[in-house]
């Protein structure tokens, strides 16, 4: 009878096999951030760094006298 009990108590439910699924990792996510964050940032000083070069060609050429600025009338 013991047996035959024992046997019951397995077909009593079935066994659901768990998903195993992982949320984000928030090292990962962390990490991640970190890199795409600092390659705008990169980028991004690199646009201003390009800006301050024209810029400062810009004043040497009208210091140096090689261009001018004229005034548009109206």
Not at 40 to 69: P, Q
Request: proline share 3%; net charge positive; hydrophobic share 40%.
């Amino acid at each position: 009878m013991r047996g035959h009990v024992h046997s019951l108590k397995q077909m009593a439910g079935p066994r659901i096999a768990h998903a195993t699924l992982k949320g984000p990792s928030v090292v990962k996510e962390i990490i991640i951030g970190t890199v795409l964050g600092l390659g705008a940032a990169s980028f991004w000083k690199m646009h201003h760094w390009n800006e301050k070069k024209k810029t400062r060609t810009f004043y040497d050429f009208l210091e140096k006298g090689e261009i001018s600025v004229v005034a548009e009338e109206e």
